[in-house]
C-alpha cells in the first residue's frame, strides 16, 4: 500500500481522492481545515464514498510516501505546513493548482527536485452539501521523468489520464491562456456566455496576447492563433458556465488573481513586455476582494 495524503479537499482534492481509491492499492490521509464528515464524489460512473484518514492539524500528520497538494494558490501558505510533517523531507509533492509557479509556491518548505507540478484539467465543483460533483473526466499533465512516472503509477487502474511531457512549460503556460482570459467572466460577474460580446472577445484576445508573448520570452512554444482558440471554446461552452475565479467571487471567497494574471504582469516586468490588459485585470480584480478598502 502507498501511503498518499491529499493537502486541500476541495473539488480537485474530492476527486483526486476518489481516483487514488478506485485503483485499491493506496492508504488515503485527506488533510483539512475542518474536520470532513465523509467525502462524496458524484463521478461520471457513479457516486464515491472515499474511505480515508481525516486530519485538521498539521503537528498530527505522519509520514506518508506521497503528498498531492490541491487547495486554491491563494492558499499556499497553509497547504505548506502541512509538508515538512508529511514528507519528513523524503516523500515527494505533487502540486496540482492553476497557473505556471507550482515549484515557486512551495520551495521554501521542500527542496524542487521533490516537487512535481502538475496541470490539472477537470471541471469540477464542491457543492453546498459537500458533495464534490465530478463535471467531467480527469486528465493531468507532468514532467516526464521519474517523479512523472511514478505519479502515473499512482492512478494505475484508475480512470485518470496521465501524460508525461517533454515540454511541461508549454503546457502550463497553454491553461493560463486559457484562465487569464476567464478573469473577465469574474470582473463582470457574468458566467461564459458573456464572452459572445464583440468587445469583450476583443479584450480576452489582447489578455491572451500577452500571456502568449510573456510565455514564449519563458521558453512556452505557444501557436499564434492560440487566443482565438481560447475564445472559441469558451464561445462553445454552456453560457451558463461558471469559471473557478467567478465562483470564488459569487461566493465571497478569496480569487487566483497573482496566478492566473498577476504572473502575466510580474514575468513580463521582468522581459520587459508591456502587460497593460493583465495590469489593469488585475488593479480591477484586487479592488473587488472582499476585505479591500474600496468594497
Ligand atoms: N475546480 C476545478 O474545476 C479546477 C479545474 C482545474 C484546476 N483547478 C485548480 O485546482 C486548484 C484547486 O482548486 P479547487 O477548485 O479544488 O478549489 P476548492 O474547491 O476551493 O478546494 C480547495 C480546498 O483547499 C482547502 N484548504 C485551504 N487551505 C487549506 C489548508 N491550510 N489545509 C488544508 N486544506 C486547505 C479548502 O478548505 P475549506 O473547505 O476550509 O475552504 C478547500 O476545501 C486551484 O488552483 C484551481 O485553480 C480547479
Excluded at 63 to 76: G, M, R
Excluded at 155 to 163: D, L, R, T, Y
Excluded at 228 to 255: F, T
Amino acid at each position: 500500500m502507498t501511503r498518499v495524503a491529499v493537502v486541500g479537499v476541495g473539488a480537485i482534492g474530492g476527486v483526486v481522492a476518489a481516483q487514488l481509491q478506485a485503483t485499491g492499492h493506496h492508504e488515503i490521509t485527506l488533510c483539512t481545515r475542518r474536520p470532513l464528515d465523509g467525502l462524496m464524489v458524484n463521478t461520471p460512473d457513479g457516486v464515491v464514498s472515499v474511505k480515508a484518514t481525516n486530519i485538521t492539524n498539521p503537528a498530527l500528520a505522519e509520514a506518508v510516501d506521497w503528498v498531492l497538494v490541491a487547495t486554491k494558490t491563494y492558499d499556499a501558505k497553509g497547504a505548506a505546513e502541512w509538508l515538512s510533517p508529511l514528507c519528513k523531507e523524503i516523500a515527494p509533492v505533487a502540486v496540482l493548482q492553476n497557473g505556471v509557479e507550482h515549484r515557486e509556491r512551495f520551495a521554501n518548505e521542500v527542496s524542487t527536485e521533490l516537487i512535481l507540478p502538475v496541470v490539472i484539467d477537470c471541471p469540477a465543483e464542491r457543492q453546498k452539501d459537500g458533495v464534490v460533483l465530478q463535471r467531467g473526466e480527469v486528465r493531468m499533465q507532468v514532467e516526464a521523468g521519474g517523479l512523472g512516472k511514478e505519479f502515473a503509477q499512482l492512478f494505475a487502474g484508475a480512470n485518470a489520464k496521465v501524460e508525461l511531457t517533454d515540454d511541461f512549460i508549454t503546457a502550463a503556460w497553454r491553461k493560463l491562456c486559457v484562465n487569464s482570459a476567464g478573469a473577465i467572466s469574474a470582473l463582470v460577474a457574468k458566467p461564459s456566455g458573456v464572452l459572445q460580446d464583440e468587445s469583450l472577445g476583443n479584450v480576452a484576445l489582447e489578455i491572451v496576447a500577452e500571456c502568449v508573448a510573456v510565455g514564449r520570452a519563458e521558453g512556452a512554444r505557444l501557436e499564434d492563433d492560440i487566443g482565438l482558440h481560447v475564445l472559441e471554446g469558451y464561445r462553445r461552452q454552456p453560457p451558463d458556465s461558471i469559471n473557478s475565479m467567478l465562483a470564488d467571487r459569487l461566493a465571497g471567497r478569496p480569487m487566483e488573481i497573482d496566478a492566473r494574471n498577476g504572473v502575466i504582469v510580474r514575468k513580463g516586468e521582468k522581459h520587459r513586455i508591456r502587460t497593460p490588459s493583465n495590469r489593469m485585470v488585475v488593479a480591477l480584480l484586487q479592488a473587488l476582494q472582499v476585505g479591500s478598502i474600496l468594497s
